[in-house]
């Protein structure tokens, strides 16, 4: 399956596995061995492991009374190791008898387990339904995921992003199923391995403004009338490099004085061209302008008002239809996608019918043809047209599968160059396509193939500054230079703005910190108070901290813990059971294995994790305890002492960068200990932690998830990235906010929710909400939708769904994002008075805790963490946990599928 896109990608799945292995793109593995016994393709489950990586060959297994994914591993005959912090559920070595007499990899001298598995190197989970051949990146640990007749699973060591867009299996699951020949086959696409490069955005700008005629227009050679399609692309490739300008103003005046010539060239009494209408419309949201009064015309009411209701299969005669949902006169693919986009970019919901078209233009192969073809006549897609649906769709949401096989037909055709074809057959590389396909895959999470492509380009920059239509041209084209421009530039038509919010001098939501109140964010939202009692009543909240998930367990999930307490200071609806976790951590109360919260942290040895401490830190300071005096400990020295100096050197992965924080993978687990640095007042300690947190944020606005980066862009991460920036103030960190914010606004899917590790994930959307929150007044309408959607999540008990679509039931750690993130208010200026509260007793002989309640692990991951806060996906725990913690760990039995991927807290920091 070309990587599930990050929506339905809830990386938490299995095993507290880490990413999985990007390099099994490159060489075929060894052929499986045939251990399915007694399985059919419709009777039993089948587990396929890859040892390829570590000199064997995929082995496979077979249960035929299937029950979870984590017994199928066992029972199929395979052994697993967990790491010291987080327990068995963390799965953190994989051995077969028939493989190396049953060694366990990767080997102690790889990965001692003691701590989460880092995000390039683990065991990461994907699982495929009877039937399907494409793999899934799985959203439950292993242990959460119920087994069926004809289920495929497998596990594969190496990396992968949160989104499980990269590190697939190399083989499909007909490959490994009961019924198959077992032998894998490799991924059909080459991984590009052509050099980096960056495009001259300021050379093609200068080209492009010497093509203007009267700096306004663009005139082809001979012509006396303006080019208003060129002229148009022209003002997008503008906006991309130079932002508001001057020259951008002039061009944006002509075409809003011309929208009858350009929109309605049979007169205004007739069906506008609804590609130059969407044209028009684009620019006009694009350059802040109204798309409902741009030269006198509501652009968005002459599309809404012109889709075909029939084709003409069914008499309908109506000129320009070719199908039922084509905008009239639309003729293209282009100009039905980009009619769809302008209404999605001007939060105007498209017909059904008109987005349905697109889908239905897709070719078996996964391309997408570029003429409106009707139903059942010959397809054939391009790179551009694929790539320009994927970017429509993927903003709309909803169209996952139809986006993935379009991933799956880039990926597919990428030239080990970084170059694409422009056509079926061609035998050069197009501009055009290779530009529009960079923007998808950047879009899509596949950072590293947009380089390539981008890296291309830069190569195919003319002299000028111009781009010829395929390579050897050395005349540059107008038509070809204006995308080469945005691909270069990392953005593209759904992004694209010069509007730079304004950040408020205030935070939009501050807490009166005062017992029982709250100002919440705009937008009819949760009930917080059904929500909060939720996450305090007994089965839930137990003595002060909540336990990691799975029958029996008596391991608490401290980073669980404190999600839960960040979302009753948010709210302030039951300062009491706040004050009981407050305290039950200040004075290292003990869970009923007898681990306490510097058992978590690591504060103090070889071992300090940066995130965790960061998070306790933040914790305190929110709730007015004294960072300097909690748990035992000077928590902001010790955050100063685990501040990198350099990198480190394998084996030893405690420092991923300078300034990262030690052993804290990922971007959630370096922004949450960058807050507790700034509110400590140590300004100076947390300057080398900042830059280097700002200097993962992506040309887009948008952040990865994962330290080191993976190259992907994270909802969760960019919302909490802006977070502290917000926090850390200046011209830089603000110019850093209002990019982050653009991005994330353009995310928000048609529902209001936002693409997160889990799908449509409620996690996520709460981290927006906070997120949107710092320029409130800019977002309130996205806002007020992302709450309306979290209140559409939260279920009778008061509890919260972990993504929509999904698994039902409530989930706590979503739970504790959902509450505390509707209010809106940043981590960075969360505040709560205890002042009032009694002092709650920690009980001296811990009770341990039976729950079947699923949560645990960070904030913002809805993935599990280690040992109550990971993030390694495929540990066969649920992702909850680990997510926070950067690196996908999934707890064997937490099925809080959102967070596994983030790790946010270092153990649960994420």
């Not at 694409?420 to 923007?439: D, L, N």
Request: charged content about 20%; proline content about 6%; hydrophobic content about 35%.
């Amino acid at each position: 399956m070309a990587a599930a896109p990050r929506q339905v990608l809830a990386w938490a799945s299995a095993l507290f596995v880490l990413l999985a292995a990007c390099v099994t793109f490159l060489t075929a593995p060894p052929a499986a061995a045939d251990g399915t016994g007694d399985c059919t393709a419709s009777h039993g489950a089948v587990v396929a492991v890859d040892f390829g990586p570590f000199g064997g060959k995929v082995e496979r297994g077979c249960d035929t009374t299937p029950t979870t994914g984590y017994d199928l591993l066992h029972d199929a005959g395979f052994s697993t190791t967990g790491t010291q912090h987080d327990g068995p559920a963390f799965i953190c070595r994989i051995g077969y008898g028939a493989f190396n007499s049953g060694t366990p990899y990767p080997t102690p001298d790889k990965e001692p387990c003691v701590l989460t598995p880092q995000a390039t190197a683990y065991w990461s989970y994907w699982t495929a339904s009877p039937g399907q051949d494409d793999w899934t990146y799985s959203q439950y640990g292993a242990m959460d995921r119920k087994l069926k007749d004809g289920d495929v699973d497998a596990w594969v060591y190496g990396g992968t992003d949160v989104g499980g867009t990269t590190g697939e299996p190399a083989f499909t699951p007909d490959d490994v199923r009961a019924a198959g020949t077992g032998t894998p086959t490799p991924d059909p696409g080459q991984t590009p391995t052509g050099a980096p490069g960056k495009v001259d955005l300021t050379a093609a700008a200068t080209w492009l403004k010497g093509r203007l005629t009267d700096g306004e227009r663009i005139v082809d050679d001979g012509a006396t009338t303006a080019n208003y399609p060129l002229t148009a692309d022209t003002a997008y490739a503008l906006a991309a490099t130079d932002g508001t300008s001057a020259t951008l103003d002039k061009i944006t005046g002509f075409l809003a004085a011309h929208v009858t010539d350009f929109g309605y060239p049979n007169g205004t009494d007739q069906a506008p061209d609804a590609t130059a209408v969407a044209r028009l419309a684009l620019l006009a949201e694009i350059t802040g302008r109204d798309p409902r009064a741009l030269g006198g015309h509501d652009l968005l009411a002459a599309l809404t008002k012109n889709v075909c209701a029939a084709g003409p299969e069914s008499g309908d005669t109506t000129p320009g239809c070719t199908a039922k949902g084509d905008f009239r006169s639309a003729s293209y693919t282009e100009g039905q996608a980009l009619s769809v986009l302008a209404l999605l970019r001007a939060d105007a919901t498209p017909p059904a019918a008109a987005v349905d078209r697109l889908t239905q233009l897709q070719c078996q192969d996964g391309g997408v043809t570029s003429i409106l073809i009707r139903p059942g006549e010959h397809c054939d897609g391009d790179p551009a047209t694929t790539a320009l649906v994927a970017l429509v769709l993927h903003r709309a949401g909803g169209h996952d599968d139809v986006v993935t096989k379009a991933r799956a037909y880039l990926t597919k055709g990428q030239r080990t160059d970084g170059a694409f074809p422009g056509y079926t057959g061609a035998t050069t590389g197009g501009v055009t396509a290779t530009a529009y396909a960079a923007q998808a895959l950047r879009a899509l999470g596949a950072t590293g193939r947009a380089d390539a492509a981008v890296g291309w380009l830069s190569r195919h920059q003319l002299t000028g500054g111009g781009f010829g239509f395929e390579e050897g041209d050395t005349d540059p084209a107008l038509y070809a230079t204006p995308p080469a421009v945005l691909a270069g530039a990392g953005t593209s038509l759904v992004t694209l703005t010069t509007k730079k919010p304004t950040p408020p001098t205030t935070p939009p939501t501050e807490p009166t910190g005062s017992p029982g109140t709250s100002t919440p964010a705009p937008g009819a939202g949760p009930d917080l108070k059904k929500g909060v009692a939720y996450l305090t009543k007994a089965a839930s909240l137990k003595q002060g901290r909540y336990y990691t998930a799975g029958t029996g367990s008596a391991r608490a999930d401290f980073g669980l813990t404190i999600d839960g307490a960040y979302a009753l200071a948010a709210t302030g609806l039951d300062n009491a059971a706040l004050r009981g976790i407050v305290d039950f951590l200040d004075q290292r109360g003990k869970d009923g294995e007898g681990r306490t919260v510097d058992d978590w942290t690591g504060v103090g040895t070889r071992y300090a994790a940066g995130g965790s401490i960061g998070k306790t830190a933040l914790l305190a300071e929110a709730v007015g305890r004294d960072p300097r005096h909690f748990a035992g400990h000077d928590l902001v020295a010790a955050l100063a002492k685990a501040v990198c100096a350099e990198p480190s050197t394998a084996p030893d992965r405690s420092c991923a960068a300078k300034g990262a924080y030690t052993y804290a993978p990922s971007v959630f687990a370096q922004s949450l200990a960058v807050m507790a640095q700034l509110r400590a007042g140590e300004k100076t300690a947390a300057a080398r932690p900042l830059a280097y947190l700002e200097s993962l944020q992506q040309p887009s606005g948008a952040w990865p998830s994962l330290i080191p980066a993976t190259g992907d862009s994270d909802v969760d991460s960019t919302a909490i990235a802006a977070m502290a920036l917000d926090l850390a103030g200046g011209t830089k960190a603000d110019k850093s906010v209002d990019k982050a914010l653009t991005w994330l606004s353009a995310e928000q899917l048609a529902d209001g929710g936002f693409p997160g590790a889990a799908g449509d994930s409620v996690n996520s959307a709460a981290l927006a909400v906070q997120g949107l929150s710092l320029d409130a007044d800019t977002y309130a309408a996205k806002i007020a939708k992302a709450r309306e959607f979290l209140a559409s999540q939260q279920n009778a008990d008061g509890g919260f769904n972990v993504a929509k679509g999904g698994q039902r039931g409530s989930d706590l750690r979503a739970s504790t994002q959902a509450v505390g993130g509707s209010t809106g208010i940043s981590f960075g200026r969360l505040e709560r008075s205890l002042t009032g509260t009694s002092p709650q007793p920690v009980p001296s002989a811990p009770d341990i805790v039976t729950t079947g309640q699923s949560g645990g692990g960070d904030l913002g991951t809805g993935a599990g963490t280690d040992g109550g806060g990971g993030v390694l996906a495929a540990t066969g725990v649920q992702v909850a946990g680990l997510a926070a913690i950067a690196a996908l760990l999934v707890l064997v039995g937490r099925r809080t599928v959102t967070a596994a991927r983030r790790r946010t807290d270092a153990g649960s920091e994420r």
